[in-house]
């Protein structure tokens, strides 16, 4: 299983990006994909997941009502819209896909909100 992230940047307070989730390989049922994000000087923190068997998600509190997760299946794409993004959302972000109790981790995805 290989995770490729794209769809980084940098945008102005209170634009929105979009971050795409590719995974090559296949994720079973039972498995989870999620989006993880590091600030400098900072924890790794679960910023949003989406389980792949009936699309129930979770969001950490500081993102709830600005990102939305979802996943195309057809495609074995997960998406992380982000809107209203403050300069605290600058961070590389990840994309981790488990599946059989196993986790495969992207190379990372930098996100810069300028104030």
């Known amino acids: 299983v290989t995770v490729v992230e794209s769809g980084g940047g940098l945008v102005q307070a209170g634009g929105s990006l979009r971050l795409s989730c590719e995974v090559f390989?296949?994720?079973?049922?039972?498995?989870?994909v999620g989006w993880f994000r590091r600030a400098p000087g900072k924890e790794r923190e679960t910023v949003a997941a989406?389980?792949?068997?009936?699309?129930?998600?979770y969001y950490t509190d500081s993102v709830k009502g600005r990102f939305t997760i979802s996943r195309d299946g057809a495609k074995n794409t997960v998406y992380l819209q982000m809107n209203s993004l403050k300069p605290e959302d600058t961070a590389v972000y990840y994309c981790?896909?488990?599946?059989?109790?196993?986790?495969?981790w992207g190379q990372g995805t930098q996100v810069t909100v300028s104030s």
């Open positions: 981790k896909a488990q599946s059989v109790g196993k986790d495969y």
């Open positions: 390989g296949r994720i079973f049922n039972s498995g989870a």
């Open positions: 989406i389980m792949w068997r009936d699309s129930t998600t």
